[in-house]
């Protein structure tokens, strides 16, 4: 196969930035499980979505790898179409599942621990499903961005381009697009709890619990966020690339986006498990200064509605 020398520094860079985000996943992953965080369920559902960002990660290396040394239509380039989407969805499914769990939790006041085995059968069952039905009608191809969804045959290229659209850019978007929400939501009501207090001019530390409890809950809460906003690039280039001219600059724009989807997730959980381990620390001395233990459990009512937080026992 004949690539021009910018296409081969391309596909190096590439290479790079998805062996660096499988990097920051593993490393996440080996964190998590190193300080036995993953005894509390929030923290397994962080990890189920780490695991399955490693595996895009390294499927999007090979799949670079194979597309520069064999040829396109290989069924290589086939079986690893299906395993990325079905490494999307898995992502996207236990990412709807962490912003799901820290909604109820935080908001609903609701500890669904005894949903876990439902949270991985969905994330691990519908992707297999959905992955196959462009094996069934024979749509998975080269696209310019690697092996997908894609028809060159431009009488069968609306059909993919539809197919496509339907089985991962609108229901990754509207998804996502929910997850957002709420945990903007959730977002809001801590921040809601801290002004409440200051306005009460409450002690320090009773507003410390919340401060505390929203900066540990923000990174994991930038999950779906940070997907959402990384997948727009590659939504706006899946319409354009259905135009006769291609901007080189959106495609790099999109596959750079591709890359950090899995760098994002590893990157927050690094985060969250360091303000963590920070606020835990800062709790200790002033407890320790203090001369008195920590509470756990605050509620704070403000005419008609009430400001909840407490650490579970398993989230």
Request: proline fraction near 4%; glycine fraction near 2%; include cysteine.
């Amino acid at each position: 196969m004949n690539i021009s020398s910018s296409e081969s520094d391309s596909a190096r860079i590439f290479c790079l930035l998805n062996g660096l985000s499988a990097l920051v996943c593993l490393l996440a992953a080996i964190l998590v499980i190193a300080l036995k965080l993953h005894s509390k369920l929030v923290y397994r559902l962080a990890l189920y979505q780490v695991l399955s960002s490693f595996l895009f990660a390294v499927l999007e290396t090979l799949e670079i790898i194979s597309f520069y040394m064999n040829s396109p239509l290989s069924p290589l380039c086939h079986a690893l179409a299906y395993l990325i989407l079905y490494s999307q969805w898995m992502k996207l499914l236990f990412t709807m599942w962490v912003a799901f769990h820290l909604f109820c939790y935080a908001v609903l006041h609701k500890n669904l621990k005894k949903f876990e085995v439902l949270y991985i059968a969905t994330s691990l069952l519908i992707p297999a499903l959905i992955a196959a039905v462009p094996l069934v009608t024979h749509t998975y191809g080269v696209s310019p961005l690697g092996c997908f969804i894609y028809s060159a045959n431009s009488t069968d290229q609306h059909i993919a381009f539809i197919e496509r659209f339907t089985l991962w850019d609108a229901p990754a978007m509207i998804i996502l697009l929910a997850a957002s929400v709420a945990m903007i939501v959730v977002i809001t009501k801590f921040a809601r709890a801290i002004s409440c207090r200051r306005f009460k001019y409450e002690p320090i530390s009773e507003g410390d619990q919340y401060w505390n409890a929203l900066s540990q809950l923000i990174p994991l809460a930038a999950f779906p966020v940070l997907f959402f906003l990384f997948l727009i690039p590659v939504f706006v280039y899946g319409f354009s690339a259905q135009l006769p001219t291609l901007s080189m600059g959106m495609k790099l724009t999109a596959a750079v986006s591709i890359s950090m989807w899995g760098m994002s997730s590893g990157t927050m959980v690094i985060v969250h498990i360091t303000v963590a381990r920070l606020c835990t620390y800062r709790r200790r001395n002033v407890n320790a200064k203090n001369f008195k233990p920590s509470t756990p459990h605050h509620s704070y009512s403000h005419g008609n509605s009430t400001t909840h937080f407490s650490a579970p026992n398993d989230t």
